[in-house]
């Protein structure tokens, strides 16, 4: 394998550990938890794995001997920065615990541990992928784990290779379907300990405990620079508006840390439309209003931050969005038999009036991407919804009314960008490198302590890393029920962008003169070397989140 001067230089660096993982380690128990909401429907859905207490991790001067363990590891869901190291992390901390513990990796998610594919990680296979992006060491895949003889095929090949607990690193989905499966082993006595980890470039899986997922740093940094760069260009040529969608599929925490990092001209906040129920005409008025107010200075040039997830949280787009995911999966097969070109003439015929009306209102090209397949999870597949393009053209249509009635004198030329696969797999910045890491070491202390139906948590994470606080917290602490497939389950409660927060209270203050003042901030590369302020800072949104 050829390797980059950096991917060289990088392999040698040692991810930083909090302090109390580094010698011998005891867990400390605290409080009894329960469920975010739903307590009672998810206590009986989880009764092996509910209430547990969160756990912290301590220095401890006795040396405990743990014998040998064999551990299962999966990379699960869309991929993130930092996987890798979470695997490296969880491989050195079994091997301290026991140097003949063993790590066996299931290959392309979910899916290899029901169809009984892995491989054994050995040191020079770990040693390959220290600090680098991608889940390319062993696949990933969003195969959902939800049925009995996928859990059973699944306890098959665990028994088999003497595995005695799985960690499973992934998003919201993922890490229920970590819970899910920690509880049906727990029920049946199987002896197999299931251990999550957080990570997603969407950011959205956190909490009181878990302060940011893992990727998430590094993805709105590449994200920030391009942008940066886009801000540069457009601030030389002054002759377009760039429309750029960031991944998210839900939450638009990227979006918004992106525009902290680079202060665009605009950036829409999924969850503030939905909170001040905007239609989409009003989205686009706003974006108007912008582009005129600037064109009125001269200056007909800008950027524009659109998070992927929008439309969802558009009210009246998610009321249609609801009613086609339900209908949709309670007719799956007569919809299949339809011709294409018929598809959007029979969902107008079955929808209530009011979605009818919308759907028929949408452009050809977004109306046929709402009827596309889901995902295993039930989810439109939003990140092929051309949101930016929607906008722009809706955008470009009412300027030019306005024009025609005098209110815009100006030249409104647009570019049209989409972010996301150019960051889910960019080199690890150190905040991902050692977060992530620690992660992984921190879930193999889970797994030393007989922790079952736990995330990994690695807190205090804008202090210096000897300091971060490591521990544990029952994943059922996280859940509520929430309508799937037209079903009510029980999964993780996204993490969505809070309007009374800190880092949205920062750019909701600074928005009006980011909007006309032209104040573009340019960050850069990601730095791995150098001083700490360039290479080591986290991401605005915890600066804002941990400031006092
Ligand atoms: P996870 O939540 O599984 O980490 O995935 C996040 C994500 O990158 C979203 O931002 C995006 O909408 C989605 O994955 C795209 O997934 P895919 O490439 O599988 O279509």
């Known amino acids: 394998m050829t390797k980059s001067a950096l991917q060289i230089a990088r392999a040698a ?58 551990v ?149 940094k590449t994200y920030a620079e391009v942008i940066g760069n886009i801000q540069r260009d457009c601030n030389s040529a002054r002759k377009y508006w760039h429309f750029i969608k960031l991944m998210g599929r839900s939450a638009s925490h990227i979006a918004l840390e992106c525009a902290l990092q680079v202060q665009p001209n605009i950036c829409i906040v999924s969850e503030e439309v939905e909170a001040k129920d905007m239609s989409l005409d009003d989205i686009v008025t706003n974006i108007a209003k912008v582009v005129a107010d600037r064109a009125a200075q001269g200056n007909n040039f800008g950027t524009v931050l659109i998070p992927e997830g929008l439309v969802e949280f558009i009210p009246a787009m998610k009321r249609l969005i609801a009613e086609l995911n339900d209908f949709l999966a309670a007719n799956a097969e007569e919809f299949a038999q339809v011709k294409r070109s018929e598809q959007r003439n029979y969902i107008i015929r079955k929808l209530s009036p009011e979605n009818s009306a ?7 090209g977004v109306a046929r991407q709402l009827s596309l397949d889901r995902d295993p999870h039930g989810n439109v597949q939003v990140s092929l919804i051309e949101t930016e393009k929607l906008l722009s053209e809706m955008v470009g249509a009412k300027l030019a009314q306005w024009k025609e009635e005098g209110k815009y004198v100006g030249k409104f030329a647009a570019q049209h960008h989409f972010f996301g696969y150019e960051g889910r797999c960019a080199a690890p910045s150190n905040f991902d490198a050692d977060y992530c890491y620690s992660l992984g070491y921190t879930a193999a202390a889970l797994i030393a302590n007989g922790k079952t139906g736990y995330m990994s948590s690695v807190r205090n994470t804008t202090a210096p890393a000897e300091e971060w606080i490591a521990g544990g917290v029952p994943i059922t602490m996280m859940m509520n029920m929430e309508r799937r497939h037209g079903e009510m389950k029980p999964v993780i409660q996204k993490a969505l962008v809070k309007l009374d927060g800190k880092p949205f209270a920062y750019f909701a203050e600074h928005r009006g003169h980011w909007a006309m003042s032209t104040d573009y901030v340019y960050p850069g590369p990601i730095q791995y070397f150098g001083p700490s302020e360039v290479c080591d800072q986290p991401t605005k949104t915890l600066q804002l989140e941990q400031s006092k």
């Open 358 to 364: 919308i759907y028929a209102s949408l452009p050809e």
């Open 13 to 70: 660096y040692q991810p930083k550990l909090p302090k109390a993982l580094k010698g011998h380690v005891k867990a400390v128990a605290g409080a009894a938890t329960q469920s975010v909401a739903d307590q009672e429907a998810i206590q009986k859905l989880f009764p092996n794995t509910y209430g547990m207490p969160l756990i912290k991790f301590e220095e401890s001067s006795e040396a405990t001997s743990f014998p040998a363990m064999n």
């Open 72 to 220: 299962g590891v999966i990379l699960s869901g869309g991929q993130a920065p930092g996987g890798h190291n979470v695997i490296s992390g969880l491989f050195d901390g079994i091997k301290k615990l026991n140097p003949e513990s063993r790590l066996y990796g299931f290959l392309m998610g979910p899916g290899g541990l029901v169809d009984h594919k892995y491989m054994e990680l050995t040191a020079d296979i770990i040693d390959e992928y220290r600090n680098t992006g991608g889940f390319d060491i062993i696949g990933s895949g969003r195969t959902k784990l939800e049925k009995e003889d996928q859990f059973e095929k699944g306890y098959e090949i665990l028994k088999e290779l003497g595995i005695k607990a799985l960690v499973i690193i992934g998003g919201d989905d993922s890490n229920t379907n970590a819970c899910v499966l920690a509880e049906y082993y727990a029920a049946k006595n199987y002896g197999i300990q299931v251990i999550g980890c957080p990570k997603t470039i969407d950011g959205d899986l956190k909490n009181d405990m878990i302060e940011t997922s893992g990727g998430f740093d590094t993805a709105c």
